[in-house]
């Protein structure tokens, strides 16, 4: 999240630890992942840390919660290492369409 771009002042106050899905695209295709777990635990941190800046019942709060279950969902029976084209141990870990870092949505 680029927090001075987006004029968001409290972002680094409320949020430790920042990801971003364009952080977590770019994790991926540079294999950074070594395991399942690393993916979902990024894919996690968004979803906390949207709903820890954004107020509950707004759209972006919303979204995340419904991002997060689909995420969980989706990735609730893949485990083991990630390497090229997908996870092994039983699934992949691509949940299809593009991800990119945009202002709303991005924890």
Same mark, same amino acid.
């Given at each position: 999240?680029?927090?001075?771009?987006?004029?968001?002042?409290?972002?680094?106050?409320?949020?430790?630890?920042?990801?971003?899905?364009?952080?977590?695209?770019?994790?991926?295709?540079?294999?950074?992942?070594?395991?399942?777990?690393?993916?979902a635990a990024d894919l996690a941190l968004i979803w906390d840390n949207a709903h820890t800046f954004n107020a509950d019942g707004s759209d972006v709060h919303?979204?995340?919660?419904?991002?997060?279950?689909?995420?969980?969902?989706?990735?609730?029976?893949?485990?083991?290492?990630?390497?090229? @084209? #997908? $996870? &092994? /141990? +039983?699934?992949?870990? %691509? =949940?299809? @369409? #593009? $991800? &990119? /870092? +945009?202002?709303?949505? %991005? =924890?």
């Open positions: 999240v680029d927090w001075k771009a987006l004029a968001l002042p409290l972002y680094p106050k409320l949020i430790k630890h920042p990801m971003d899905l364009g952080s977590v695209e770019k994790k991926l295709k540079s294999g950074r992942y070594a395991a399942v777990s690393d993916f919303q979204m995340a919660t419904k991002l997060r279950k689909l995420s969980e969902v989706q990735l609730g029976g893949v485990h083991g290492p990630l390497r090229e @084209g #997908g $996870a &092994s /141990g +039983g699934g992949s870990a %691509s =949940g299809g @369409g #593009g $991800a &990119s /870092g +945009g202002a709303g949505c %991005s =924890g």
